[in-house]
């Protein structure tokens, strides 16, 4: 059974991610402990709030090495909407703030003029449910989750890989915005798989059988 570290530095709707987790039957623990965190198969950094507020967490509770530490090591690592856009360098939410830089790149706002395609006005923040589309086919995280599949979002950022080629699904909002990444064994989505229903529980349950 897969033993789902979720990391708890005070930012997220933690228990709701447990419970998708342990629906698709692996075993999840919301912790901040540094081994609890190495001994999982995976892991999983979640997040809402402010970009600078979630790292200012992170770095209090001593964890951004670890974090490193475990990608590394090769296991599998997701970060769920905030948690995407602290792997990358910086984030120009409140001003210009560092992130973990593990993807390089930056977390940028939406535009204040965007319309749709009929040229209303779009809201940000980016609130409720939204199509994918996949540009990675063969990626395991999104077995048997279908090209323009829909997922919940609550975001008023989005994040610009450098690199494109880990970009694994855009989704469009006024601009075509990358919805989530995929590099090695790092995954992010800027979505809530947990707020998702079955195709979110699908996603959590693909993630949870990675090896």
Known sequence: MSEVAIIDYGMGNLRS???????????????????????????VLPGVGAFRACMDGVERLGI????REFIESGRPFLGICLGLQLLF?????????????????????????????????????HMGWNTIKIRKKES?????????????????????????????????????FTSSIEQDNIFGVQFHPEKSQSVGLK???????LR
Not at 149 to 159: E, T
């Open 140 to 176: 395991r995280l999104l077995k048997d989750i279908p090209d323009e599949a829909y997922f919940y979002f609550v975001h008023s950022y989005y994040v610009v890989p450098a690199d494109k080629d880990c970009v694994l699904t855009t989704t469009d909002y006024g601009i075509e």
């Open 17 to 43: 991610v447990a419970k998708g987790f342990e629906h698709v039957g692996a075993r999840a623990t919301v912790t901040s402990s540094k081994e609890e965190i190495l001994r999982a198969t995976h892991l």
């Open 64 to 67: 951004t090495g670890v974090i």
């Open 89 to 125: 360098e910086e984030s120009e939410e409140g001003g210009l703030h560092r992130g973990l830089g593990i993807i390089k790149g930056r977390v940028k706002a939406f535009p204040v003029d965007m319309k749709d395609p009929v040229g209303a006005p779009l809201k940000v923040p």
């Open 203 to 209: 996603l959590l349950e693909n993630f949870s059988k």
